[in-house]
């Protein structure tokens, strides 16, 4: 079996160089991609017969991306030039991934005995510092993202004026609310524009111009350009260039806003000296429900330390920027095809420390709720996006979820079995540190405090991993919508397809 699976292994590598050769035709290509995934097939089989431990099954978890690679290619429903430049990146990286398995596999075998028991020992020992350095990081997050009151009398003859863009389509009531908890905010110098992103009801636009009479400018959104920009960037942009103040606050209807919440988020921003700055919400639910999709969604933007990648978090429930710095850097003309397009201005500014992450901690008076199935359709919209929408990304993203957060829950739940020792006493510690980072964020993040959210996190980890890879598997096979229309044609470069006759 070790043979078979030495052999398969290195047919796959050379399969693999005529799969992504640019010379060949797309039939030959498909027909050698078919052959090297049943190759694939039994060099996983072959790897696991010849012997069963972790590593193994990492490679066999390796295979999988490969054949879903493969799979992408088979399906050609992107640009050509597109999909054969992120294939080969992919397969690359995927075989560099397994060579270091490979070689590591080899050098454990050849130097030590060790099994499958040893390297879950091993992984339980990691996992422990990991998870005290990240109790440690999301500690420190938690405090530095803190929104502080204001202490000092506002100067309302010279606060800077403020617009508030809200691009809305086919809206609920969900609209009007946001709509009469922004006017009934204090600032003197605020200016409210709500575009219509081409809604398909009449509700919309009723809902919209109902509030003229409070100063609510009502905007007629045009169609989005097909192929080249995402349809809300293109209502973002639109709303850029009606907006007149010198800052400009963008969030969904789905926000609440306080009486104070304007001046708080304004002389919080000019306090830092950013020129922009992105607002957790406090999420509002007074139902006492489990939560396993928003809270995990807060804990990945708070809780690791992003800034020393440069990938500042950022959410876009409600954001506000200088709007003169904004312009500086192109607008949304910069970022057509962005899912979140709000990344991208905030890697931007925070190479000069002009980007500030806050929650509203009940200072700034924001809030927010969604049902569990607009979370669903949120986390499937930006998931693969935010994983740079390449499957070894996501690969790595299930990896660490399994093996680093997960293992431990598992361990503690089946390995008193074999008897408690110190492994079994550094799992429970490992799950204790977890919950208390996870249950820490959802603390400082949610309006009511949910103990059950918090324990609930190996199913909120479990979900986690299985978004990622149905949020990639319907970006790249399928069709993902936002407010009825298809997300992939931009933003994957998908081939439209020809309407039916």
Same mark, same amino acid.
């Given at each position: 079996?070790?043979?078979?699976?030495?052999?398969?292994?290195?047919?796959?590598?050379?399969?693999?160089?005529?799969?992504?050769?640019?010379?060949?035709?797309?039939?030959?290509?498909?027909?050698?991609?078919?052959?090297?995934? !049943?190759?694939?097939?039994?060099?996983?089989?072959?790897?696991?017969?010849?012997?069963?431990?972790?590593?193994?099954?990492?490679?066999?978890?390796?295979?999988?991306?490969?054949?879903?690679?493969?799979?992408?290619?088979?399906?050609?429903?992107?640009?050509?030039?597109?999909?054969?430049? &992120?294939?080969?990146?992919?397969?690359?990286?995927?075989?560099?991934?397994?060579?270091?398995?490979?070689?590591?596999?080899?050098?454990?075998?050849?130097?030590?005995?060790?099994?499958?028991?040893?390297?879950?020992?091993?992984?339980?020992?990691?996992?422990?510092?990991?998870? !005290?350095?990240?109790?440690?990081? +999301?500690?420190?997050?938690?405090?530095?993202?803190? !929104?502080?009151?204001?202490?000092? &009398?506002?100067?309302?003859?010279?606060?800077?004026?403020?617009?508030?863009?809200?691009?809305?389509?086919?809206?609920?009531?969900?609209?009007?609310?946001?709509? $009469?908890?922004?006017?009934?905010?204090?600032?003197?110098?605020?200016?409210?524009?709500?575009?219509?992103?081409?809604?398909?009801? $009449?509700?919309?636009?009723?809902?919209?111009?109902?509030?003229?009479?409070? %100063?609510? $400018?009502?905007?007629?959104?045009?169609?989005?350009?097909?192929?080249?920009?995402?349809?809300?960037?293109?209502?973002?942009?639109?709303?850029?260039?009606?907006?007149?103040?010198?800052?400009?606050?963008?969030?969904?209807?789905?926000?609440?806003?306080?009486?104070?919440?304007?001046?708080?988020?304004?002389? &919080?921003?000019? $306090? =830092? =000296?950013?020129?922009?700055?992105?607002?957790?919400?406090?999420?509002?639910?007074?139902?006492? =429900?489990?939560?396993?999709?928003?809270?995990?969604?807060?804990?990945?933007?708070?809780?690791?330390?992003?800034?020393?990648?440069?990938?500042?978090?950022?959410?876009?429930?409600?954001?506000?920027?200088?709007?003169?710095?904004?312009?500086?850097?192109?607008?949304?003309?910069?970022?057509?095809?962005?899912?979140?397009?709000?990344?991208?201005?905030?890697?931007?500014?925070?190479?000069?420390?002009?980007?500030?992450?806050?929650?509203?901690?009940?200072?700034?008076?924001?809030?927010?709720?969604?049902?569990?199935?607009?979370?669903?359709?949120?986390?499937?919209?930006?998931?693969?996006?935010?994983?740079?929408?390449?499957?070894?990304?996501?690969?790595?993203?299930?990896?660490?979820?399994?093996?680093?957060?997960?293992?431990?829950?598992?361990?503690?739940?089946?390995?008193?079995?074999? %008897?408690?020792?110190?492994?079994?006493?550094?799992?429970?510690?490992?799950?204790?540190?977890?919950?208390?980072?996870?249950?820490?964020?959802? =603390?400082?993040?949610?309006?009511?405090?949910?103990?059950?959210?918090?324990?609930?996190?190996?199913?909120?980890?479990?979900?986690?991993?299985?978004?990622?890879?149905?949020?990639?598997?319907?970006?790249?096979?399928?069709?993902?919508?936002?407010?009825?229309?298809?997300?992939?044609?931009?933003?994957?470069?998908? +081939?439209?397809?020809?309407?039916?006759?």
């Amino acid at each position: 079996m070790l043979k078979l699976a030495i052999i398969t292994g290195a047919l796959s590598v050379l399969f693999d160089a005529f799969v992504y050769l640019p010379p060949l035709s797309n039939k030959f290509k498909n027909l050698i991609a078919l052959v090297a995934a !049943a190759d694939i097939l039994i060099f996983s089989g072959a790897s696991l017969a010849a012997s069963i431990n972790g590593l193994t099954i990492v490679l066999d978890l390796i295979n999988l991306y490969r054949i879903f690679n493969y799979a992408r290619l088979i399906r050609a429903r992107m640009h050509k030039q597109y999909l054969l430049r &992120t294939a080969q990146r992919t397969a690359i990286l995927l075989i560099v991934f397994q060579a270091v398995i490979i070689l590591l596999k080899i050098g454990l075998s050849t130097f030590t005995k060790v099994g499958l028991s040893d390297m879950i020992k091993v992984c339980i020992i990691v996992d422990f510092v990991l998870a !005290a350095m990240l109790l440690l990081v +999301t500690l420190r997050n938690i405090r530095k993202t803190e !929104a502080l009151p204001f202490g000092q &009398t506002i100067d309302y003859e010279r606060v800077p004026t403020v617009s508030v863009c809200i691009p809305a389509r086919n809206e609920t009531d969900d609209l009007e609310a946001c709509l $009469r908890s922004l006017l009934s905010n204090n600032y003197p110098k605020l200016e409210i524009l709500v575009l219509d992103d081409c809604s398909q009801d $009449r509700h919309t636009a009723e809902v919209i111009r109902s509030f003229a009479h409070a %100063g609510v $400018r009502f905007l007629q959104g045009e169609p989005a350009p097909k192929e080249h920009w995402l349809a809300k960037n293109w209502a973002y942009e639109q709303l850029l260039k009606e907006a007149s103040g010198e800052y400009i606050v963008f969030c969904g209807v789905d926000v609440r806003f306080e009486p104070k919440s304007l001046v708080s988020i304004v002389s &919080t921003i000019m $306090r =830092k =000296k950013k020129s922009m700055m992105s607002i957790v919400p406090e999420y509002f639910d007074d139902r006492g =429900k489990i939560r396993l999709i928003q809270p995990m969604r807060y804990f990945w933007e708070i809780a690791p330390p992003r800034r020393i990648f440069r990938r500042p978090p950022v959410l876009s429930s409600c954001w506000i920027i200088n709007s003169a710095r904004m312009h500086e850097l192109g607008g949304f003309s910069s970022v057509t095809r962005s899912i979140v397009p709000e990344a991208f201005f905030a890697h931007s500014f925070i190479a000069n420390n002009g980007y500030s992450f806050v929650r509203s901690s009940g200072v700034l008076g924001i809030t927010s709720f969604k049902v569990v199935s607009e979370q669903w359709d949120t986390a499937v919209r930006v998931r693969y996006p935010q994983l740079h929408r390449h499957p070894e990304w996501v690969m790595l993203v299930t990896l660490f979820e399994t093996t680093v957060l997960l293992v431990p829950f598992a361990y503690v739940l089946f390995g008193w079995l074999a %008897g408690v020792d110190y492994i079994w006493a550094l799992a429970m510690a490992t799950v204790i540190l977890l919950w208390i980072s996870y249950g820490w964020t959802i =603390k400082n993040t949610f309006y009511k405090n949910s103990l059950v959210s918090a324990l609930a996190l190996p199913a909120a980890l479990i979900l986690d991993t299985f978004l990622a890879n149905y949020s990639m598997y319907r970006y790249e096979f399928s069709d993902i919508e936002w407010k009825e229309r298809n997300v992939c044609i931009p933003v994957m470069h998908v +081939t439209p397809s020809l309407p039916p006759n």
